[in-house]
Each structure stands twice: as structure tokens, then as C-alpha cells.
């Protein structure tokens, strides 16, 4: 089944203690995102990363860190978690033609005390 | 960049009527991709229906059409025949074309706030 997967679902953690939410895809697809969602924001883009060893930031990337080592894996790193980055995390992933499908994982909620 | 705007933060509508969703963008693209996306409370994001730009003909899953008006730059979502599986909270998104040296917008989906919608039964 073709899918992204995403851990953990939920998480609640404490200021400034180290985190990593993985992302996989199944699909062999080039592109993947990171997308955060927060109440009356809609998703916004945190960073992206268009094939292996290639990344960018997107709209909102300041706090986060991503590594793209393997073309199925796009983990998001938050080293010094705060407060305001309490929210609904989405991975997604895309293939390379535009009339693609972008998919997306489950999302993981995370709290930040 | 671009934008998009849902107008509509709540909307409600009775079970086996019809409803429509609001949505424009901007844009000086010609080329482009609009999504709607339906958020149930699983948190899950399921794409409900894609239109491209270049296509003069709305497109239609089943009981889900929309109004693309390109030159109003409007794309509307149109669920007939409402049911309570419905409820959710729907986005507008928006992407750029790929071309072959395309900017970074063809790998982003700009979001609208969304529009929760109730069906009452």
C-alpha cells in the first residue's frame, strides 16, 4: 500500500529537550515536505527537499532542521524545542510529473510544555 | 508568492442539500494546480479534487464539482447532496506548474485557512 508514514503520532515534550519526528514514503518519490498546521493558519510549508541531499526552507523554517539522506526518509529535527512550536506536523511526499498526487502522512501532534 | 483565501472560516449546511465553499488566490502564474483538501477528524488531509489551470472545463468527483473562474481567479467547491460524512474541515490549496527549471513553488502547496463545515441532520 502506498503510503507515508509518520512517528511518533503524538508527542508532548518539555522546552529545549531534543526531538525527531520521522517521515517515510513508500513510493520512491522525489520530493517531500515538512507542513505545519496551526488554528485559523492553515498548513504552512516548514521545509522541503526535492531528492537526496537536496533541501530548502520554506515558509516558516526557523526553529527546525531536516536531513534528506536516503530518498524514502525526511526526518524533522527540532533541537531547542519552545512553546510556539506546539502543532500539527505533516510530512508529505510527491513524484517528479506535476499532474502528481502530493501525498500525506497522518500527522503528528506535538506539545511543547 | 501566492495567495489564497477561504472567506468562510464556519459554514453549515442540512444533510442532502447542497453547499458551496469559497475560495480565491492570486497570482501572475498561468500555469498552475487548485486542490481541495478535506480534513475529517482523523487529522487525515484527503484530496477531494484537483483542477489545472489550463483546463477550461471544471472538473467533478461525484457529488464534489467546483466553479474554476480563471480570470476572477475563483475556485469554489460545490458538494451536492450533503451527507454527515462530510463534516470537516475543507482547504483551498494552490501549486505551481513544473517545468523544467522550475522555482520553488512547484514543490509547495500554499494552503487557505480552511472552512469548517457542519452538516446538520
Known amino acids: 500500500e502506498a503510503q507515508v508514514t509518520q512517528n511518533p503520532r503524538y508527542l508532548i515534550t518539555v522546552t529545549g529537550k531534543k526531538l525527531t519526528v520521522t517521515c517515510s514514503q513508500n513510493m520512491n518519490h522525489e520530493y517531500m515536505s515538512w507542513y505545519r498546521q496551526d488554528p485559523g493558519l492553515g498548513l504552512r510549508q516548514i521545509y522541503y527537499?526535492?531528492?537526496?541531499?537536496?533541501?530548502d526552507k520554506g515558509d516558516v523554517p526557523e526553529g527546525y532542521k531536516v536531513s534528506r539522506k536516503e530518498k524514502r526518509n525526511f526526518p524533522l529535527i527540532l533541537e531547542s524545542p519552545s512553546p510556539n512550536q506546539t502543532s500539527l506536523y505533516f510530512c508529505a511526499s510527491r513524484g517528479t510529473r506535476s499532474s502528481y498526487e502530493q501525498y500525506f502522512g497522518p500527522g503528528t501532534r506535538l506539545t511543547v510544555t | 508568492a501566492q495567495t489564497v483565501t477561504q472567506s468562510q472560516p464556519e459554514m453549515s449546511v442540512q444533510e442532502a442539500e447542497t453547499v458551496t465553499l469559497s475560495c480565491t488566490y492570486d497570482?501572475?502564474?498561468?500555469?498552475?494546480?487548485l486542490f481541495w483538501y478535506k480534513q475529517p477528524p482523523s487529522r487525515q488531509m484527503i484530496l477531494v479534487i484537483r483542477q489545472e489551470a489550463y483546463k477550461q472545463q471544471n472538473a467533478t468527483e461525484n457529488r464534489f464539482s467546483v466553479n474554476f473562474q480563471k480570470a476572477a481567479k475563483s475556485f469554489s467547491l460545490k458538494i451536492s447532496d450533503s451527507q454527515l460524512g462530510d463534516a470537516a474541515m475543507y482547504f483551498c490549496?494552490?501549486?505551481?506548474?513544473?517545468?523544467?527549471?522550475?522555482?520553488?513553488?512547484?514543490?509547495?502547496?500554499?494552503f487557505g485557512k480552511g472552512t469548517k463545515l457542519s452538516v446538520i441532520p
Open positions: 490549496a494552490y501549486r505551481s506548474y513544473d517545468y523544467a527549471y522550475s522555482g520553488a513553488g512547484s514543490y509547495q502547496l500554499t
Open positions: 497570482t501572475s502564474e498561468s500555469d498552475y494546480y
Open positions: 527537499s526535492m531528492n537526496v541531499e537536496v533541501t
